[in-house]
C-alpha cells in the first residue's frame, strides 16, 4: 500500500504532534498521581507530606462518593436513554419530506450550540424558575401549583436540561443513518406486506443499530464529566442529590482546598471512565465489526 | 389467473407528463419484456403495476380485478430489485421468508416454503448467511428466492441483471427465463439491454418517453418493425437509414436495411440495385466482421459478414441489399406495409 520512503517520512512528520500530545497528557498525569500521595491542603502551606495511599482511603469510604457514584450513572444512564429514544423519533419525523424542512432540521440542532453554562441559566431562570420560569406560568394558569424544580427534583431538572443538549446530536447522527437507509430496501418491505410499525423494527431500528453504538459511546464520555449544568443551577445540592463524580472533585479541590483528596478522586474516576467505557465497549462494540 | 391489464394509465410527475396514455394486456402466464432507451419511464411503468407509485389517471387490473388503489402487497405480485434490496441484518432464511412472516403465517409452514424455494435456486447450504457473505449472483438468487416463496401471481423485475459481470448474466438470464416457464407465472421485466428482451420475452413492449411504440413477439418487432424508433432500437448494430432520392425511389421517405442484410462483394458494378463505397472501420470478431463503409450518396452503411472475409480499412465494396427486406417509411415515419 504505502512505500517505505512513504512510511518513514509518515513517521517523521507525525512525530512532533505525537510527542507533544504525549507529554501534554503524560504530565499532568504523572502529578496528578504524585499530589495524591501528598497531604496537600492550600490552607495548611509547607506541611506538604508523603502519605502513601490515605487520600484514597478517605476518598472511597467518604459517604459522598458512593452517592456521587451513584448520582453519576444515574444521569448518564438517564440522558442516554431520553437522547436515543427521542432522538431516533425526532430522526424519524425530521427525515420526512415537510414544508420547511432545512428551517426545521436547523432549530432541532439548535440546542447543541448553546454552551451549557448558557443553557443551565436559561433553564434555571427563564423555564424551570418556580415564581417567574414558563413552567410555573403554564401550571399556575392550568389552576396547579408549580413545582419548584431544583428543590423538588433536581437531579431529574438536571437530566432534563443535560438531555435538552445533547438530543440534537442524537438527532442528527440518527438522520443521516436514516437517509443513508437504502430506498429500495423500503419498497421491497412494502411489497413484501410490512407496515409501519413492522418496517421500523425489522428494517428501520437493525439500520441504525451501528449509528445507536455510536451516539452512545461518544455520549458517554461526554456525560460522565458534565459539570457546568450542576456549578450553575443546583451546585451539587440539595446535600449531595446532584453532585456527580466530577463535582465531588471539584468541591474537594477548590471548596475544600484539599488538593490532595481531589488528585485521588480523579484517578479514582479515570478508573471509573475506564470500567465504564471496557463495559461499553464490550456491550455495543460487536455492533461496530463489519 | 395472473393476468395484468393497464388502461389508459397515466402518471405525471409535477407537469412532467411520464407516461401519457399506456393501455397494455398482459396474458397470464406469459414473460412481458419492457425495453427502452434509459429515460424513457419502463422502470415507471413497472413501479405504476407494483404500486409503490400511484397512477394519476387510469387503472390497473390484476387478473380483472380493479388494484388502481390496492396497496402493493395485496397486489399478489413480487418485485425483485434491481440493488436486490435485500435486508442486510437477516440471514437468507430471513430474507426469503420475511414476506411471510408478515402475512402471519406459522413458522412451520414459512420453514417448509423457504426450504423449497431455496432448494429450487441451488441455496440450501447458505440459508444461515448474510447476504454480505454472498456473491452477487447468490444475492441475486436470493432477491428471486423472495419473490418466488410468496407464489404470487405475477413477478416484476427491474433490471435484476445489470449489477452481474457478462458470463454470470447470460447464466442468470437462463436461469430466470427457465424457472419462469417451470412456474408458468407471468413475468414483467424491464431491461434496457435488447438481446436479454430479445432472448426472454414471449412479447416485448418497446417504450419511448412514455409511449408504447410496439407491442409484439420478439421476432415481429424484427421483422416488422412498426415505426422508425423500434427499427432503429431492436437489432445489433442497429438498421442503416436511407433518405433522400434513394428512398423515393423506394416510394418512401426513409427507407431501412439491417446490417446483415447487406451483401458486400468486392467488384464495382453487377447486377439490381447496390452502393460501393470505402471501408472506413472494419470490426473482426471472428465469428463476424462489421463493417463501416463510406458510401456517397447512401450515407455511412453498417454491413454485416458472416465469418472473415480478409476486407480491411481502404477497401472498395459495393454494398447490395436483399430486396425482400427493405423496410420503408413515410413521413412521419411510420412503416410502410404492401
Known amino acids: 500500500m504505502s512505500t517505505r520512503q512513504t512510511r518513514v517520512l509518515g513517521r517523521v512528520l507525525t512525530a512532533p504532534s505525537v510527542g507533544l500530545l504525549f507529554v501534554w497528557m503524560i504530565v499532568p498525569l504523572a502529578m496528578t498521581i504524585y499530589f495524591s500521595t501528598l497531604r496537600y491542603n492550600l490552607l495548611n502551606p509547607g506541611t506538604e507530606d508523603f502519605i502513601g495511599l490515605e487520600n484514597y482511603v478517605y476518598f472511597l469510604t467518604d459517604p459522598a462518593f458512593l452517592a456521587s457514584l451513584r448520582n453519576t450513572l444515574v444521569l448518564v444512564g438517564s440522558v442516554l436513554l431520553i437522547t436515543v429514544v427521542l432522538g431516533t423519533g425526532v430522526a424519524l419525523l425530521i427525515d420526512q419530506p415537510i414544508f420547511g424542512r432545512n428551517i426545521v432540521r436547523l432549530l432541532v440542532i439548535a440546542p447543541f450550540f448553546v454552551m451549557p453554562t448558557v443553557s443551565a441559566l436559561v433553564w434555571k431562570n427563564l423555564l424551570m424558575h418556580p415564581v417567574s420560569g414558563l413552567f410555573a406560568w403554564i401550571a399556575t394558569s392550568l389552576g396547579l401549583r408549580p413545582i419548584d424544580w431544583f428543590a423538588e427534583m433536581p437531579l431529574f431538572s438536571i437530566i432534563l436540561i443535560v438531555s435538552w443538549q445533547w438530543l440534537p446530536f442524537a438527532s442528527l447522527i440518527l438522520l443521516t443513518a436514516l437517509q443513508s437507509l437504502d430506498e429500495e430496501q423500503k419498497e421491497a418491505a412494502e411489497m413484501d406486506g410490512a407496515k409501519a410499525f413492522s418496517t421500523f423494527f425489522y428494517i428501520t431500528l437493525p439500520h441504525l443499530a451501528r449509528p445507536i453504538t455510536v451516539v452512545i459511546l461518544i455520549e458517554t464520555i461526554f456525560l460522565l464529566t458534565v459539570f457546568a449544568e450542576i456549578f450553575v443551577t443546583t451546585g451539587g445540592g440539595p446535600g449531595l442529590q446532584t453532585t456527580n463524580i466530577a463535582f465531588l472533585i471539584y468541591s474537594q479541590a477548590l471548596i475544600q482546598y484539599d488538593v490532595g483528596g481531589a488528585s485521588a478522586g480523579g484517578l479514582v474516576a479515570v478508573v471509573l471512565a475506564n470500567i465504564v467505557a471496557m463495559f461499553l465497549v464490550r456491550m455495543v462494540g460487536k455492533n461496530l465489526e463489519t | ?338
Open chain 2, 1 to 338: 389467473m395472473g393476468s395484468i391489464t393497464l388502461d389508459g394509465v397515466r402518471k405525471t410527475f409535477g407537469s412532467v407528463n411520464v407516461i401519457p396514455n399506456v393501455n397494455l394486456e398482459i396474458d397470464d402466464g406469459s414473460f412481458v419484456v419492457f425495453v427502452g432507451p434509459s429515460g424513457c419511464g419502463k422502470s415507471t411503468l413497472l413501479r405504476l403495476i407494483a404500486g409503490l407509485e400511484d397512477i394519476s389517471d387510469g387503472r390497473i387490473l390484476i387478473d380483472g380485478r380493479d388494484v388502481t388503489n390496492v396497496p402493493p402487497a395485496k397486489r399478489g405480485l413480487s418485485m425483485v430489485f434491481q440493488s436486490y434490496a435485500l435486508y442486510p441484518h437477516m440471514s437468507v432464511r430471513g430474507n426469503i421468508g420475511f414476506g411471510l412472516k408478515m402475512a402471519g403465517l406459522p413458522k412451520a409452514e414459512i420453514d417448509r416454503k423457504v426450504e423449497g424455494a431455496a432448494s429450487i435456486l441451488n441455496l440450501t447450504p447458505y440459508l444461515d448467511r448474510k447476504p454480505r457473505e454472498l456473491s452477487g449472483g447468490q444475492r441475486q438468487r436470493v432477491a428471486i428466492g423472495r419473490a418466488i416463496v410468496r407464489e404470487p401471481e405475477g413477478f416484476l423485475f427491474d433490471e435484476p441483471l445489470s449489477n452481474l459481470d457478462a458470463a454470470l448474466r447470460v447464466n442468470m438470464r437462463l436461469e430466470i427465463a427457465k424457472l419462469q416457464k417451470d412456474l408458468a407465472t407471468t413475468a414483467v421485466y424491464v431491461t434496457h439491454d435488447q438481446v436479454e428482451a430479445m432472448t426472454m420475452a414471449d412479447k416485448i413492449v418497446v417504450l419511448n418517453a412514455g409511449n408504447v411504440e410496439q407491442y409484439g413477439t420478439p421476432l415481429e418487432l424484427y421483422e416488422r418493425p412498426a415505426n422508425l424508433f423500434v427499427a432503429g432500437f431492436i437489432g445489433s448494430p442497429r438498421m442503416n437509414f436511407i433518405g433522400g432520392r434513394i428512398a423515393s425511389a423506394h416510394g418512401a421517405a426513409t427507407i431501412g436495411i439491417r446490417p446483415e442484410h447487406l451483401r458486400v462483394a468486392r467488384e464495382e458494378g453487377g447486377q439490381g440495385e447496390g452502393w460501393s463505397g470505402v471501408i472506413s472501420v472494419a470490426e473482426h470478431l471472428g465469428s463476424d466482421t462489421f463493417l463501416y463503409v463510406d458510401a456517397g450518396e447512401a450515407g455511412t452503411l453498417t454491413a454485416r459478414v458472416i465469418g472473415e472475409l480478409g476486407l480491411n480499412e481502404g477497401g472498395r465494396v459495393t454494398l447490395k441489399p436483399d430486396p425482400a427486406h427493405i423496410h420503408r417509411f413515410d413521413q412521419t415515419g411510420k412503416a410502410i406495409r404492401p
